[in-house]
């Protein structure tokens, strides 16, 4: 089965004062690791600079997109309503980060073997 790369972008670094302040510690903002705007492709592996955490979140959207599997809508179209398209937040419950991932046209590299 081909696979295709799948873009990744930082839509939003969010932040939930509320549960910062009775859970979280002292001056705790928003996500030190992502941008707004970010951009990644990833096809076998997370791409280089995309926070683990996060990585682990997502990374069953984006295996799907990248093998062709949101091209008619996730869920039977009652959760996104635009095709190779899905959004996805990492798992941090205080300060989450919002990823727009989208199925591309850009071949993925086959990993080479380690030497």
């Not at 179209?77 to 991932?101: E, M, Q, Y």
Request: include cysteine.
């Amino acid at each position: 089965m081909s696979m295709n790369k799948v873009k990744i972008t930082v839509l939003k670094t969010t932040f939930d004062e509320e549960l910062a302040k009775e859970y979280g510690v002292p001056g705790l903002d928003k996500c030190p690791m992502m941008r707004e705007g970010q951009t990644f492709y990833a096809d076998y592996a997370k791409p280089d600079g995309l926070c683990d955490e996060a990585w682990k979140a997502i990374y069953q959207f984006v295996f799907a997109l990248a093998h062709g599997m949101g091209g008619n809508c996730f869920y039977h179209t009652d959760w996104i309503d635009k095709p190779g398209v899905a959004i996805a937040a990492c798992n941090d419950g205080i300060r989450p980060v919002i990823f727009k991932l989208e199925a591309t046209d850009i071949p993925a590299e086959k990993p080479h073997p380690a030497e």
